[in-house]
C-alpha cells in the first residue's frame, strides 16, 4: 500500500504533457534545437515551369523562295539577301528542315529536297537566328517591307496568268487588263517560285522596287510592270503596250511560268 501511494505522488507531482512555453526566441530557438538536433526539415521550394519560346515573332527580313536553285539540283531554296552568312542556324519550311548552301554574295542560303512548285501555299518558315531568337514567316503577308514605303493592303480578287514564253531570257506575260482595272493599287504579283512584288500605283511603269522607279540592289532587280494605258515606248512615262493590256516580266534569273495578281 505504501507503494502504490508512493507511486502516485510522483505521477502526480509531473503532469503528463506538461509544456515549457519559451519567454523569448533565443530560448524558443534553444528548445527546437532539443527536439531536433539535426535542424528542422526544409522543403524546397517549387521551381515554376519554364515556358519556351513561342516562335510567333514575325521575321523582320525579306525571303526569296527560289522554285530551283543550282546548288540543290533543281530543287528549291531560299535566299535571305539582307543578311550576313551565319547569322541564321536554322530554318524550316512547311515542317521540313532545310540545310545549309553555298552562301551567295555573302547572304545565307538554304536548300531544300523538292522543287518549289511542291510545297502547299501559303508556305511557313520557322527560322532561328544565331541569337537564339526564334521567328515565324508565312508567304503572303507582309512584315517589315524590304524597303521604306512598301504599300500594304487587303486583297479580296486574285487572278493567275501563264507566261506567253520568254523574251530577253526572262519569263514574260500579255495580260488582257490595263493596270487600273485591278484598282488604282497596291495590287501584289505572286510568282509561282514564290517570289513577290508589290506594284504601288497600277497606271505607272514600276520596275524593281516598290517607288517604281529602278534600282540595280533592289531584291526583286528586274521585275517590269506596264499598265496599257499610254504611248508605246521604252521611257519611263511610255505606260502603252502593243497589245493594249498589262505587259509583265518576272525577275532575273527565275523560272516562274505562272503569276497571280492579288487586288
Same mark, same amino acid.
Given at each position: 500500500?505504501?507503494?502504490?501511494?508512493?507511486?502516485?505522488?510522483?505521477?502526480?507531482?509531473?503532469?503528463?504533457?506538461?509544456? /515549457?512555453?519559451?519567454?523569448?526566441?533565443?530560448?524558443?530557438?534553444?528548445?527546437?534545437? #532539443? @527536439?531536433?538536433?539535426?535542424?528542422?526539415?526544409?522543403?524546397?521550394? $517549387?521551381?515554376?515551369?519554364?515556358?519556351?519560346?513561342?516562335?510567333?515573332? /514575325?521575321?523582320?527580313?525579306?525571303?526569296?523562295?527560289?522554285?530551283?536553285?543550282?546548288?540543290?539540283? +533543281?530543287?528549291?531554296?531560299?535566299?535571305?539577301?539582307?543578311?550576313?552568312? +551565319?547569322?541564321?542556324?536554322?530554318?524550316?519550311?512547311?515542317?521540313?528542315?532545310?540545310? #545549309?548552301?553555298?552562301?551567295?554574295?555573302?547572304?545565307?542560303?538554304?536548300?531544300?529536297?523538292?522543287?518549289?512548285?511542291? @510545297?502547299?501555299?501559303?508556305?511557313?518558315?520557322?527560322? &532561328?537566328?544565331?541569337?537564339?531568337?526564334?521567328?515565324?514567316?508565312?508567304?503572303?503577308?507582309?512584315?517589315?517591307?524590304?524597303?521604306?514605303?512598301?504599300? /500594304?493592303?487587303? @486583297?479580296?480578287?486574285?487572278?493567275? @496568268?501563264?507566261?506567253?514564253?520568254?523574251?530577253?531570257?526572262?519569263?514574260?506575260?500579255?495580260?488582257?487588263?490595263?493596270?487600273?482595272?485591278?484598282?488604282?493599287?497596291?495590287? &501584289?504579283? $505572286?510568282?509561282?517560285?514564290? &517570289?513577290?512584288?508589290?506594284?504601288?500605283?497600277?497606271?505607272?511603269?514600276?520596275?524593281?522596287?516598290?517607288?517604281?522607279?529602278?534600282?540595280?540592289?533592289?531584291?526583286?532587280?528586274?521585275?517590269?510592270?506596264?499598265?496599257?494605258?499610254?504611248?508605246?515606248?521604252?521611257?519611263?512615262?511610255?505606260?502603252? /503596250?502593243?497589245?493594249?493590256?498589262?505587259?509583265?516580266?518576272?525577275?532575273?534569273?527565275?523560272?516562274?511560268?505562272?503569276?497571280?495578281?492579288?487586288?
Amino acid at each position: 500500500m505504501f507503494r502504490l501511494i508512493l507511486v502516485l505522488a510522483l505521477l502526480w507531482a509531473v503532469p503528463a504533457g506538461a509544456v /515549457t512555453i519559451p519567454q523569448s526566441l533565443n530560448e524558443c530557438n534553444a528548445l527546437c534545437t #532539443q @527536439y531536433f538536433p539535426g535542424g528542422v526539415p526544409v522543403t524546397p521550394p $517549387v521551381t515554376p515551369p519554364v515556358t519556351p519560346p513561342s516562335g510567333n515573332k /514575325t521575321f523582320p527580313h525579306p525571303i526569296t523562295f527560289e522554285r530551283a536553285t543550282d546548288q540543290g539540283n +533543281g530543287s528549291a531554296g531560299i535566299l535571305f539577301r539582307t543578311l550576313q552568312a +551565319g547569322s541564321i542556324t536554322y530554318v524550316s519550311v512547311n515542317g521540313e528542315v532545310a540545310r #545549309q548552301g553555298t552562301p551567295y554574295k555573302g547572304a545565307p542560303v538554304f536548300l531544300l529536297t523538292k522543287s518549289g512548285d511542291q @510545297y502547299a501555299r501559303p508556305l511557313s518558315f520557322v527560322i &532561328k537566328m544565331a541569337d537564339g531568337v526564334t521567328y515565324t514567316a508565312k508567304s503572303g503577308t507582309t512584315s517589315t517591307p524590304a524597303e521604306p514605303g512598301t504599300p /500594304t493592303g487587303t @486583297y479580296t480578287h486574285k487572278a493567275e @496568268y501563264d507566261s506567253y514564253g520568254q523574251r530577253n531570257g526572262r519569263w514574260a506575260w500579255r495580260i488582257d487588263k490595263k493596270g487600273p482595272e485591278f484598282g488604282p493599287g497596291p495590287i &501584289k504579283l $505572286v510568282f509561282s517560285s514564290g &517570289k513577290e512584288f508589290v506594284v504601288s500605283n497600277t497606271s505607272k511603269n514600276c520596275r524593281d522596287q516598290p517607288s517604281c522607279g529602278r534600282n540595280s540592289k533592289a531584291p526583286m532587280y528586274g521585275t517590269v510592270f506596264k499598265p496599257g494605258i499610254g504611248p508605246n515606248g521604252d521611257g519611263d512615262n511610255d505606260t502603252g /503596250t502593243s497589245h493594249g493590256g498589262v505587259y509583265l516580266q518576272g525577275p532575273w534569273k527565275d523560272g516562274s511560268q505562272k503569276v497571280t495578281i492579288y487586288w
